[in-house]
Each structure stands twice: as C-alpha cells, then as structure tokens.
C-alpha cells in the first residue's frame, strides 16, 4: 500500500498548534500599481484566480531553493486568508465570518516563465504551482489580530526596500474577494487565500535574504540557495 502523504500545515502563532492547509487560492493584480507595472489596466474588472499546490508551502526562516528552469525568479509580498470555515456563494456582508485567520505571504513567480505562457494562451501553472512557491509565515487568528483591512506591507531584499504599499489600496477587499472566489468553487475550512500584491516586485538570486512585513502580523524571513 502507498503511505498517504501529511497534510500541508502551518504553525499557529503564540500556540502549539498547527493550520491544517486544504487548498491555496490566490488573487491576481489586486493592487492598481502592480497591475499598471505590468502593463494591464487597474480597473475594477472582476478579480481571477489561481493556485498553488498545498505542499508548495514554506515556512518563515525556511530556505527558498531556487526553482528550476527559470531565469528570473520573483517576489510578491501578500497578505494571507485562512479560512476556518467554507460555503458556496458567500455574500460579502458575510465573508468575514469564514476568516479564521491572516498571515504574511510571498507568492513566488517564475516569472519569465509566466510570460512565455502569457504570450502563448496557456496556464500558468508552472510559473505560480511550482514546488516551494508559497512562502508563508504563522497564522494569526482573527481573535488576536482582529480583522486586516490596512496597514502597512512593504517588502525587502538583503535590507534593501522593494515593495511597499498599504492593504486598504487593494482593488477587491477581503469580503468582497472571498465572496466572489466562493462563486466560482465551494471555500471549505483550511482554504488560504493570497490577496495580491503591491507594486515592486522584482527578481531573486541565490544568496539573497528576503524579509516581508505587515502590519500587526510582524515580519517574515527567508533566504534564496541553489537549487
């Protein structure tokens, strides 16, 4: 018989316990300067989605190994939603009641490779799905931190600043992005959801350490090895 393999999870912050992960969603081109940085316009269309694989995650002071095939591996700082309850066409007036709880994220990119299969019509897959792609730190329950709708997110690379921004510039609030994802598939509890990024993002190289902050959630580290 096969070994079923462990449930993707993350470390409760001030707790022992650990966030049994079911599936990773992620939000694109949620911040307006993000999306003009890469050429799309920032209106309020209905937001997409992607996903990540749950064993993709890695955890805050965990080694980034530098994925193959790429050439240009990015960053992209995130606030993280974990939900702790689901449902099927969640309104948005009660959407914050499935959050269990937030943590900080960074929804590595291999980027050329994402462009490539921009050009080409195809998924992206490869470029977001690839393995150790969703850097995530401790989750935070809402009973702690309360729920995130600003404060500051910045990001930097070996103490040099990339990304900064504030989480009430995103285009589609927490509510309004959890309730419109919950049309498009049945949210169940252990859901993340990666909320988009601010402008900035830029490329990785190994050697490099790589620290996320956001407000009343702290800091996140990492660094990029070989491969």
């Not at 269990?100 to 929804?107: Q, V």
């Not at 859901?191 to 990785?204: A, K, N, W």
Request: glycine share 12%; charged share 20%; net charge negative.
């Amino acid at each position: 018989m096969i070994t079923p393999p462990a449930i993707a999870s993350l470390p409760v912050k001030g707790s022992d316990a650990r966030f049994p992960v079911r599936r990773i969603f992620c939000v694109g081109r949620n911040y307006a300067d993000h999306a003009r940085e890469m050429g799309h316009d920032p209106s309020r269309e209905p937001p997409f989605f992607f996903d990540k694989p749950a064993d993709a995650l890695i955890e805050h002071g965990a080694d980034i190994f530098y994925p193959s095939n790429t050439n240009q591996l990015e960053h992209e700082a995130e606030l993280v939603i974990a939900l702790g309850s689901g449902g099927h066409g969640v309104t948005p007036d009660r959407a914050l009641e499935l959050v269990w709880g937030y943590a900080i994220g960074n929804d590595l990119t291999r980027r050329d490779l994402q462009t490539e299969a921009k050009k080409l019509g195809r998924p992206w897959t490869m470029a977001k799905g690839f393995d150790g792609s969703a850097v995530c730190g401790p989750i935070h329950p809402v009973a702690t931190v309360g729920h995130l709708d600003r404060g500051a997110i910045a990001l930097s690379v070996n103490g040099a600043p990339r990304q900064k921004g504030d989480l009430s510039q995103m285009i589609w609030s927490v509510p309004e992005t959890i309730a419109t994802l919950s049309t498009l598939v049945e949210l169940k509890a252990g859901d993340l959801i990666y909320s988009g990024t601010p402008s900035g993002v830029g490329r990785l190289v190994p050697g490099d350490v790589v620290q996320v902050t956001i407000e009343g959630l702290g800091t996140i580290t990492n660094r990029v090895i070989p491969g």
